[in-house]
């Protein structure tokens, strides 16, 4: 049937239509060439008879548009209400429709038999595009699933094979069972003792959809409950929560995720049990810009906050008119079985020989880093450095502008999460690091200018060839173009300007900065040094070379708590250097000892009942004394007091 409308509404009714006895009606869309959409668009409808008859009213013509519906026959299908049960069987296509009061929501109760063939539909309307529900195939999961709204489209599709597929369907309250079809929402259960509860998350299903983060807000479980979230779509069990508190976890929108709750007896009331919601993932794969000198904050997921489960981001950094990277970690926390990847594609180090890149390489793998258990990893050409520990790494100088950073959290036993990573990106024109016992390092072309607004960054550590017999440190001098900077008149407010940092320690964040370095043979106190030397837009380009050597001493002239040599002007200097009087020791006068903790301040006792004899005694003294100066002083004010009265009275009499 084909007829031609205006952008209108169209009347459809019910009347006789003749067809075969054993046949079934469906009506399936109404204009698909609408302008605007009408309400039953797409609408699914069926007689439950043989009879069908179907009036089109206009209120206006046009030969524009057009009216289109599609009439099939089936051998089954119906229009059931308030709750019943029913198979259907493996005939190919039909349709069902199943209705609750205003209200409720229709549960449809998990099928027993699985579809050996084809597909059964479960939509959450009677519209043909309503949104699905879910898809019962064959392979696929079989589970419980509750409609938006009190209205479910139950489709088959090619369904053949042997077993027929059993429908059992009520009306339900609101609370206990919910299906969210986005990847925002949120599911809160309470009451329902004695239940088994469930909440499906139903994003678009496109490949490539992205993810969404699942966050248990609020866990209040007893011994007789107990959680657990799976993939809607494989039935995969991520999670089997019985306490109190989990990580938020990511799963694929593709996939989908049901959470479901066994509620057993009720022992603290009808509060609250569980409160989740989903949020949508931003941003899996990122490729960020880089500009020179301008720092790039790489954080984990969540931070400051715990880090999802199951969690996968990825940024691919390539500065243009960058030399190097300089990557600066201020915290990191991963918990076991997560992993951060760093990949820097073909790191060279141009200004050194072999033997000095292979000291590079000496240096990175003595970096200190995450837990006992996690792993960070840099990748320079054919080499994997892993670091454990669970401090922030050094401080990466990456001669090469092109990074990647691969963080990784499988869900592992126990569901733990950290609190992850905030670091540093600083984009620079050199970035070097070298590790040998003496050495330069200069700006390029020493002693030549160097171009205005740049920024140069080395990572200076020395070998120790045996740490059970010696400590070291590095002895380093600064030069600022042809003359050392201990014989310059420059004044420490000029160096500064050309802002020269150095950090006494392997990382930036955490390291003391030297305050003076006008002086010859600066002395660190540990084995790295990092220089950073900032060239403003506006300077002559003061080019810098820095020469160090090794400083070496015996682990008796160590501070006992650090371990880092004792400077020589820290010995008996009256100043507690190593912070435990190390370098006080044997000494002419008794050094002296950290102040001890402040003492407690003991609490004031209580007060005791009564009155004391002493308060009594001057009570007793004061109200004596107010006695004695009320019977000198009440009479002689009286009489004035009255003598002012007549003396007033007196001149009234005169006047008149």
């Given at each position: 049937?084909?007829?031609d409308?205006?952008?209108s509404?169209?009347?459809?009714?019910?009347?006789?239509?003749?067809?075969?006895k054993?046949?079934?009606?469906?009506v399936?869309?109404l204009?698909?060439?609408?302008?605007?959409?009408?309400m039953?668009?797409?609408?699914?409808?069926?007689?439950?008879?043989?009879?069908?008859?179907?009036?089109?009213?206009?209120t206006?013509?046009?030969?524009n548009?057009?009216?289109r519906?599609?009439?099939?026959?089936?051998?089954?299908?119906?229009h059931?209400?308030?709750?019943?049960?029913?198979?259907i069987?493996?005939?190919g296509?039909s349709?069902?429709?199943?209705?609750v009061?205003?209200?409720?929501?229709v549960?449809l109760?998990?099928?027993k038999?699985?579809?050996e063939?084809?597909?059964?539909e479960?939509?959450?309307?009677?519209y043909a595009?309503?949104?699905?529900?879910e898809?019962f195939?064959?392979?696929?999961?079989?589970?419980?699933?509750a409609?938006?709204?009190?209205?479910?489209?139950?489709?088959?599709?090619?369904f053949?094979?042997?077993?027929?597929?059993?429908?059992?369907?009520?009306?339900?309250l609101?609370?206990c069972?919910?299906?969210?079809?986005?990847?925002s929402?949120?599911?809160?259960?309470?009451?329902?003792?004695n239940?088994?509860?469930s909440?499906?998350?139903?994003?678009?299903?496109?490949?490539g959809?992205?993810?969404?983060?699942?966050?248990?807000?609020?866990?209040?479980?007893?011994?007789n409950?107990?959680?657990?979230?799976?993939?809607?779509?494989?039935?995969k069990?991520?999670?089997?929560?019985?306490g109190s508190?989990?990580?938020?976890?990511?799963?694929?929108?593709?996939g989908g995720?049901?959470?479901?709750?066994?509620?057993?007896?009720?022992?603290?009331?009808?509060?609250?049990?569980?409160?989740?919601?989903?949020?949508?993932?931003?941003?899996?794969?990122?490729t960020?810009?880089l500009?020179?000198?301008?720092?790039?904050y790489?954080?984990?997921?969540?931070?400051?906050n715990q880090?999802?489960?199951?969690?996968?981001?990825?940024?691919t950094?390539?500065?243009?008119?960058?030399?190097g990277?300089?990557?600066?970690f201020s915290?990191l926390?991963l918990?076991a079985?997560?992993?951060?990847?760093?990949?820097n594609?073909?790191q060279t180090?141009?200004?050194?020989?072999?033997?000095?890149?292979?000291?590079?390489?000496?240096a990175?793998?003595?970096?200190?880093?995450?837990?006992?258990?996690?792993?960070?990893?840099?990748?320079?050409?054919n080499q994997?450095?892993?670091?454990?520990?669970?401090?922030p790494?050094?401080d990466?100088?990456?001669?090469?502008?092109?990074?990647?950073?691969?963080?990784a959290?499988?869900?592992?036993?126990?569901?733990?999460?950290g609190?992850?990573?905030?670091?540093?990106?600083?984009?620079?024109?050199?970035a070097?690091?070298v590790?040998q016992?003496?050495?330069?390092?200069?700006?390029?072309?020493?002693?030549s200018?160097?171009?205005?607004?740049?920024?140069?960054?080395?990572?200076?550590?020395?070998?120790?060839?045996?740490k059970s017999k010696?400590?070291?440190?590095i002895?380093?001098?600064?030069?600022?173009g042809?003359?050392?900077?201990?014989?310059?008149?420059t004044?420490?407010s000029?160096?500064?300007?050309?802002?020269?940092?150095?950090?006494?320690?392997?990382?930036?964040?955490?390291?003391?900065?030297?305050?003076?370095?006008?002086?010859k043979?600066?002395?660190?106190?540990?084995?790295?040094?990092?220089?950073?030397?900032?060239?403003?837009?506006?300077?002559?380009?003061?080019?810098?070379?820095i020469?160090?050597?090794?400083y070496?001493?015996?682990?008796t002239?160590?501070?006992k708590?650090?371990?880092?040599?004792?400077h020589a002007?820290?010995?008996?200097?009256?100043?507690n250097?190593?912070?435990?009087?190390s370098?006080?020791?044997s000494?002419?006068?008794?050094?002296?000892?950290?102040?001890?903790?402040a003492?407690t301040?003991?609490?004031p006792e209580?007060?005791?009942?009564?009155?004391?004899?002493?308060?009594f005694?001057?009570?007793?003294?004061i109200?004596?004394a107010?006695?004695?100066?009320?019977?000198?002083?009440?009479?002689?004010?009286?009489r004035?007091?009255r003598?002012?009265r007549?003396?007033r009275f007196?001149?009234?009499?005169?006047?008149?």
């Amino acid at each position: 049937m084909s007829h031609d409308i205006q952008d209108s509404l169209p009347y459809v009714s019910f009347g006789e239509f003749d067809l075969d006895k054993k046949s079934f009606v469906t009506v399936n869309g109404l204009g698909p060439d609408f302008k605007e959409a009408p309400m039953f668009r797409g609408l699914v409808t069926r007689t439950s008879s043989k009879y069908m008859w179907v009036s089109l009213s206009l209120t206006e013509f046009s030969a524009n548009d057009s009216f289109r519906g599609t009439v099939d026959l089936h051998e089954q299908g119906g229009h059931f209400t308030s709750n019943g049960t029913f198979a259907i069987k493996p005939t190919g296509d039909s349709s069902f429709l199943l209705e609750v009061e205003e209200g409720k929501l229709v549960w449809l109760e998990a099928p027993k038999s699985p579809v050996e063939q084809g597909s059964i539909e479960v939509r959450s309307d009677f519209y043909a595009d309503s949104p699905l529900l879910e898809t019962f195939a064959a392979g696929k999961p079989a589970y419980g699933v509750a409609s938006t709204g009190n209205k479910m489209l139950i489709q088959s599709k090619g369904f053949k094979g042997t077993s027929a597929f059993p429908v059992n369907f009520t009306g339900i309250l609101p609370g206990c069972h919910l299906t969210t079809l986005a990847a925002s929402g949120f599911y809160t259960l309470a009451g329902n003792c004695n239940s088994n509860c469930s909440w499906a998350v139903k994003p678009p299903s496109a490949k490539g959809a992205g993810k969404f983060t699942l966050t248990l807000d609020h866990l209040s479980l007893s011994t007789n409950d107990s959680l657990t979230v799976r993939t809607l779509t494989a039935a995969k069990l991520l999670l089997v929560v019985n306490g109190s508190a989990v990580p938020p976890v990511e799963m694929e929108s593709e996939g989908g995720a049901l959470l479901q709750v066994h509620r057993g007896a009720c022992t603290r009331g009808n509060g609250t049990l569980v409160s989740a919601s989903v949020s949508p993932v931003l941003g899996g794969t990122m490729t960020p810009e880089l500009s020179h000198n301008v720092p790039y904050y790489l954080k984990s997921p969540g931070f400051p906050n715990q880090y999802p489960l199951n969690s996968n981001r990825t940024w691919t950094f390539e500065g243009k008119g960058v030399g190097g990277l300089v990557l600066s970690f201020s915290s990191l926390d991963l918990r076991a079985g997560h992993s951060l990847y760093l990949t820097n594609a073909n790191q060279t180090q141009p200004h050194l020989t072999s033997r000095e890149r292979a000291s590079v390489a000496r240096a990175q793998l003595q970096l200190p880093g995450l837990r006992a258990g996690h792993s960070l990893y840099l990748t320079n050409a054919n080499q994997t450095v892993p670091l454990s520990g669970d401090k922030p790494p050094n401080d990466l100088a990456l001669d090469s502008a092109k990074l990647t950073v691969r963080f990784a959290s499988p869900i592992t036993a126990g569901y733990e999460s950290g609190y992850g990573f905030n670091a540093t990106l600083l984009p620079v024109d050199v970035a070097h690091m070298v590790d040998q016992e003496k050495g330069i390092v200069e700006t390029p072309a020493y002693p030549s200018p160097v171009k205005n607004d740049s920024v140069f960054f080395w990572s200076i550590s020395v070998p120790n060839p045996d740490k059970s017999k010696s400590a070291v440190a590095i002895q380093f001098n600064i030069s600022l173009g042809r003359m050392l900077l201990q014989r310059c008149r420059t004044s420490q407010s000029e160096l500064h300007s050309w802002f020269l940092t150095v950090y006494d320690g392997k990382n930036s964040f955490h390291s003391p900065i030297f305050a003076n370095l006008t002086g010859k043979d600066l002395l660190s106190k540990t084995d790295v040094i990092l220089v950073k030397y900032v060239v403003p837009a506006m300077s002559s380009g003061t080019p810098l070379r820095i020469n160090f050597t090794t400083y070496v001493c015996n682990l008796t002239d160590t501070c006992k708590s650090t371990g880092i040599c004792i400077h020589a002007d820290w010995r008996c200097n009256g100043v507690n250097d190593c912070g435990d009087n190390s370098d006080e020791l044997s000494c002419s006068y008794e050094p002296t000892p950290s102040p001890p903790p402040a003492p407690t301040t003991p609490a004031p006792e209580p007060a005791r009942a009564g009155v004391s004899a002493a308060a009594f005694a001057v009570t007793v003294l004061i109200a004596l004394a107010l006695g004695a100066a009320a019977a000198l002083f009440i009479p002689v004010l009286v009489r004035r007091y009255r003598a002012y009265r007549y003396s007033r009275f007196s001149n009234v009499a005169v006047s008149e």
